[in-house]
């Protein structure tokens, strides 16, 4: 099987004084995150003390938990990755528990688009690997089982998956990838929030990334920035606040 182009942090960097804001392109992005998932169920939370980061942070202070357990550290990983792809058009929340055939984290990704182009909105699924070993084709796997557990409102076509991890995708796992039938894509992301690298294959592109890419935003100054999304080429604004 041929192998799917990927995009990814390949693509040219380029620099900015400050974040660009493109005339041409529009996120169609509903500042109420909760309008992008009305009609979808999402299975329990598995926890009622927190439902996000700060509410995570909070509840670790006044009940002590141990910040050097495996399971602070992998709790506290999941709501950092939602909480940063937020910036770039997620809404995520925290689903893992019993039976979740090894999803983390559910919700919708509100493309970028043209001004006048309609609103796109794919349901994502996401799987976080709170790992020391760099991440491998046995992962893409994984990730291709979950499609067969998810929940009845991420069935069907519509639908893509990530994996998210510390660490860079290997070369086995970016072969793996394009591999797949599934439309699936990979992230890297830092404990800080930091997305260092963004990944999908060829399914992914056709079930409706087509003209999405990645860039690195440098600063004149030289620092590494962060990955920006673009629209058939242009940048996409992250979204603050």
Known sequence: MLVRRIFGTCRPQFKLRAPAQSPAISRHYSRSPHDEAEGLIYPDSPSKNHWDLPSFLSYA???????????YKGTLFEYTVGASLARYGFYL????????????LLGTW????PRSAPRATLRVLVQCKFEKKKPGPRHIR???????????????DGVVGFMVSRME????????????????????????????????????????????????????????????LTMNGAPVPLIEG
């Open 169 to 228: 995708a290997t070369k086995g796992m970016r072969e793996a990838l394009g591999r797949s039938s599934r439309p699936m894509g990979y992230l890297a992301c830092g404990e800080g929030g930091e997305v260092r690298q963004m990944l999908w294959n060829g399914r992914a592109e056709e079930e409706g990334l087509g003209g999405l890419g990645v860039v690195v935003r440098r600063f004149e100054d030289g620092r590494a920035g962060e990955l920006v």
């Open 142 to 156: 994984e990730l291709e089982g979950s499609f067969a557990g998810a929940p009845a409102g991420w069935a069907g």
């Open 61 to 71: 202070d006044r009940a002590g938990l141990d910040r050097a357990s495996t399971v």
């Open 93 to 104: 929340r925290r689903v893992g528990g019993a039976s979740d055939a090894g999803i983390d």
């Open 110 to 113: 509100t493309l970028p688009r």
